[in-house]
């Protein structure tokens, strides 16, 4: 795991100047490879490749990147593990391919030799990000990952290609002229992410899951990415071709395939671990790690005062029945909130999911005792976890089942406030809209009814600002139903659409890039069984009944979890990874909150229009309504604008 940071200038570059210049984009990365650094010029050709290493394999310096290939054709910064590389170096070493150490990157160039990028990049079972140099075609490839564990940015500068494993990387080059980009900021206020492709920088992007870039000199801006990998197209053939088998078999095959991935994940040079929250996943993951351990597994929990945000019993009672090396922390508000000024340079660009805050404290703690571990992460969006994937689908299918003149007839009677329909749908409003006033509860209401789409409805129902392009000056918005294509019969049960658009957008977009930056802030690679390509494919094969059953979701994870541990101890409502956010806003964060919305702040910089981010700071903190995510959203905007303008 590791950091990794380059540029490619086809017309040439000075070799000293170069080497500096890589240095100052390597140097910002430190946190992602505190155990070695190295750098790769060819002026000449004009690229530039540069390396922060955390090592995992190998530790000794034969792991040491960039990294040549066997004949020299091939050199690589890579970021991430291969971890089916022993499997392959086998097969490498029958074709007579020899290694001098035992690293993946090394066997990684093997494969590539081999069978050529692409080829290879479909055999291997990883999460990854790398540039590669093809010193004869004198080609450069950018690749990542299947569902997007690693992250990989890129951008033209002139007639030159940066790319970096974070944003700041790319800043660091002294020619990177930043320029907002008013969309995404737009869509950040609606998600509280940025959805790829874009970045918060105008002509800068995240390359997408599944996909390689491949450069030529001649090239220029013209190419773009290339899927080897597509989920869309995953989807649409375990929805053509549904496991038929008994339900007992589907069990057994998915523990054995489930237990796979988490072997393949527990190989490691340097100790390792796992999180252990006490729900589903994260219970399944250590079950399987300790049934294949010879010593007890090291996990790792954070725990609140307050109930409502605290599991760390259930971890502990989880952690005492399989017999691991448990270590629990309880967080004081003040260890947490001590954690937000370093969100904005954590993160790298705007991003606004509050549960930031207790991740980076058990990546923090989990730290000082390992260098790897496990999680739990995707089990909801693969598996259908989330209490959307219940409430959405009914909504939908109420509104469908409406014709356009009792919609229409339903907004003017909510548009009224005080009628005796209004007041005895209350208590549906509050399920749909959440902690709201009865007004606003009234008002969103009226929008769900209006909703085109059950795509559309997803994005209604995930977003913030519900209108952010009134918010952000000079800002548009497409509707998703025309940005994003749709896998071949998802669209026939609205339970497995919005788990498909949770896995194309809220899953790589937020949960990995909440994943990684936290993780890799304190230099710990975080790794996810479930996010293995063939789990991923499995579970788009299996029957919904599988996954969503009985009022509850993830009904064959649960299956393959009570055989190692009691379906008393897990068994519980889903609860959140979060913080008391609106309670803070209100209390410890109010000076900070309120400096950073000041009215004449917002209009000097020109972002946001200031009336309605007052307005809804004004009613969040009478304490009639709740705005704490919208309110969070423009904070961390804010927020990471004064980082990186300071």
């Not at 980009?181 to 959805?195: C, E, S, T, V």
């Not at 937020?510 to 975080?526: F, H, Q």
Request: aromatic share 10%; hydrophobic share 45%.
């Amino acid at each position: 795991m590791c950091g990794i940071a380059g540029f490619f200038q086809p017309d040439g570059v000075g070799d000293t100047a170069a080497q500096d210049t890589l240095r100052a984009m390597t140097d910002v990365l430190r946190h992602r490879g505190p155990d070695d650094a190295g750098c790769w010029v060819d002026p000449a050709a004009g690229i530039a490749l540069g390396h922060r290493r955390l090592a995992i394999l190998d530790l000794s310096p034969l792991g040491h990147q960039p990294m040549h290939s066997a004949d020299g054709r091939y050199v690589i910064t890579f970021n991430g593990e291969i971890y089916n590389f022993r499997a392959l170096r086998d097969e490498l070493a029958a074709l007579r391919h020899s290694f001098r150490g035992h690293s993946d990157t090394e066997v990684l160039l093997a494969a590539v030799r081999q069978w050529a990028v692409q080829p290879a990049v479909e055999r291997f079972n990883g999460m990854f990000a790398f540039a590669l140099w093809d010193r004869a075609e004198r080609v450069l490839h950018l690749v990542r990952d299947r569902p997007g564990e690693k992250p990989l940015y890129y951008g033209w500068l002139g007639g030159t290609l940066l790319f970096g494993s974070e944003l700041k990387a790319l800043r660091a080059h002294p020619g990177f002229r930043p320029e907002i980009d008013r969309d995404a900021l737009a869509a950040f206020l609606r998600h509280g992410f940025i959805p790829a492709p874009r970045t918060i920088y105008r002509g800068v992007f995240k390359l997408p899951p599944g996909t390689m870039l491949s450069v030529r000199a001649e090239d220029g801006q013209r190419v773009s990415p290339v899927e080897y990998w597509s989920a869309r197209q995953a989807v649409a053939q375990g929805l053509r071709e549904p496991c038929r088998e008994p339900a007992e078999r589907l069990v057994e095959e998915f523990d054995a395939l489930l237990r796979d991935a988490v072997k393949l994940r527990m190989e490691a040079d340097v100790p390792l671990g796992a999180f252990l929250s006490g729900g589903v996943d994260s219970s399944a993951i250590v079950a399987l790690m300790q049934a294949q351990s010879p010593r007890p597994v090291k996990t790792f929990t954070i725990g609140f005062e307050e109930a409502r945000y605290n599991e760390a019993h259930h971890a502990a009672a989880v952690a005492r029945h399989l017999g691991t090396e448990h270590t629990e922390l309880y967080a004081t508000p003040a260890e947490a909130l001590a954690v937000i000024p370093q969100l904005p340079t954590l993160y790298d660009e705007p991003f606004a999911d509050c549960s930031q805050i207790p991740t980076y404290l058990v990546a923090a703690l989990t730290r000082r005792h390992v260098t790897v571990s496990l999680s739990g992460d995707a089990g909801d969006e693969l598996l259908g976890g989330y209490r959307r994937y219940f409430r959405g689908p009914a909504v939908w299918r109420a509104i469908k089942r409406a014709p356009p003149s009792l919609r229409r007839a339903l907004a003017r009677a909510l548009s009224l406030r005080h009628t005796a329909l209004v007041k005895a749908a209350n208590p549906l409003l509050r399920r749909w809209t959440g902690k709201r006033s009865f007004t606003e509860r009234c008002r969103q209401a009226q929008e769900i009814l209006a909703v085109p789409s059950a795509v559309e409805l997803y994005r209604y129902m995930m977003s913030f600002w519900k209108q952010p392009a009134t918010v952000v000056l000079g800002a548009g918005e497409a509707p998703m139903s025309t940005t994003l294509p749709l896998p071949m019969g998802v669209e026939a049960d609205v339970r497995q659409l919005w788990m498909y658009l949770d896995l194309v957008t809220y899953l790589p977009d937020d949960i990995l890039v909440k994943v990684d930056r936290a993780s890799m802030g304190v230099s710990l690679e975080s790794r996810i069984p479930l996010l293995d390509h063939r789990v991923i494919e499995f579970a788009w094969r299996l029957p919904p009944a599988f996954k969503i059953r009985d009022g509850g979701g993830k009904w064959i994870l649960r299956q393959v979890l009570n055989r190692y541990v009691p379906k008393a101890l897990v068994e519980r409502r889903k609860q959140g990874f979060g913080v008391p956010l609106a309670a803070w806003l209100r209390g410890p964060l109010r000076g900070w909150a309120e400096a950073l919305l000041d009215e004449r702040r917002l209009r000097a910089e020109g972002f946001f229009d200031p009336r309605p981010i007052r307005q809804k700071w004004t009613e969040h903190l009478s304490g009639g309504t709740s705005w704490d995510y919208d309110l969070w959203a423009v904070l961390m905007f804010q927020a990471w604008l004064e980082a990186t303008r300071s």
